[in-house]
Each structure stands twice: as structure tokens, then as C-alpha cells.
């Protein structure tokens, strides 16, 4: 059963990748201000991990809101870097690839705190899943992190903590800002490892 999966180039991704060594990974490249920095940090870890990795570039820049459009954010945005459909489409755009590579499963690398917007919730992946399922490919949408905290999935994982410095989670911009959400992630779970 071939596997491939979403690989953003942030800690949970990263995490994932190394706890389920699935076969491919894919990036993609919709048109986020830190897309740069997201393929620089995928690109290493699949190379370390020696995954074939894909980028896919679909600029769908116009659509965004937020930090990831480099755009003020909409007034129904539960918070700064929310994007409209975001997950929605990675999945599509992950699963469109992924068919000719010849998948069965795409691993996504949700955690228990992104629960905070609806697609990240299980009950979101429970429904994309239902409805790729509904068509050619017979590819399953998968989160086995969904119940896991970032420091959990780190821990369990055993992925080496040189390798978390390569990541990229940042919503500004493909070199670290220190101010978003996602570097404050980035940041809190670090020092909760008790790396520095």
C-alpha cells in the first residue's frame, strides 16, 4: 500500500513523516507568503528520510485571507492566518497528485490544537475522507496525530531534534518573522522538548 503525505515542512509534518516513513511526500505551493521556506524545509526532510518529493504550485494567491496571503484578514476569520477552504484544497491537490503516483493513503499531520478552525477538526477529516472516497482512486485520507498534542507526536515520532530546526512554521513569510502564530507554535513546543 503505497502512502504519501502532506508535508508542509512544519514540526507536526515533519513529525509525521518520520513516525509513518510513508513513500512520497507533497508539498504544495497555493500561493502562500511562506511557501519558499516550507518547500526549503520539506525538500531536506524528504531528503533525509529519502522520500520522492513532489511540489505542486496551484496559485490560488487571490483567494486567500490572512497571514498566509499577506492580506488583512476577513472579518468572519476565527484568527490571523485563516484561509478560507485552506485544508479543503490541500487535500484535493494532495489527492489529484497522488493519484498518479499511485497512492492509496494521504497522511495529513493535524494535531489535537487545530481543532480551533473547523477543518481541522476529525469531524472535517472524517467527511473529506467520506467524500474522496466517493470517487476514482480509491485513495483514504488519513490524521493519525489527531489526538495528539505537537509535543506527543514529536515524542513519539523519535524524529532527531536536529532535523525539527529545519523546520518552517511560520505564516509570514519563508524566513522566520517571530511574531505569528505559527512561530510562536514553532517556539512554545520547542521550549516544552526543552530544546533551544
Known amino acids: 500500500m503505497a502512502k504519501a503525505i502532506l508535508l508542509s515542512g512544519g ?47 496551484v496559485d490560488c494567491s487571490k483567494l486567500g485571507s490572512g497571514d498566509l496571503a499577506g492580506k488583512e484578514a476577513l472579518e468572519m476569520a476565527p484568527e490571523s492566518e485563516w484561509w478560507p477552504y485552506r485544508n479543503q484544497l490541500l487535500v484535493t491537490l494532495g489527492c489529484m497528485k497522488g493519484i498518479s503516483l499511485g497512492i492509496n493513503e494521504i497522511i495529513l499531520g493535524s494535531v489535537n490544537s487545530d481543532d480551533f478552525h473547523v477543518d481541522g477538526t476529525p469531524e472535517f477529516y472524517e467527511m473529506i475522507n467520506e467524500l474522496i472516497s466517493l470517487q476514482e482512486g480509491d485513495i483514504k485520507v488519513t490524521t493519525p496525530a489527531i489526538e495528539y498534542s505537537s509535543v506527543e507526536l514529536i ?30 507554535k514553532y517556539y512554545k513546543t520547542m521550549k516544552q522538548l526543552g530544546y533551544k
Open 155 to 184: 515524542q513519539k515520532s523519535k524524529v532527531p531534534k536536529k532535523v525539527l530546526f529545519w523546520a518552517h512554521s511560520c505564516h509570514k513569510n519563508s524566513i522566520a518573522c517571530g511574531n505569528c502564530r505559527g512561530c510562536t
Open 11 to 57: 514540526l507536526d509534518s515533519i513529525a509525521l513523516a518520520y513516525w509513518k516513513r510513508p513513500n512520497y511526500a507533497i508539498t504544495i505551493n497555493y500561493g502562500q507568503k511562506p511557501a519558499e521556506g516550507e518547500i526549503r524545509a520539506s525538500r531536506a526532510v524528504a531528503k533525509n528520510l529519502g522520500l520522492e518529493h513532489s511540489v505542486v504550485e
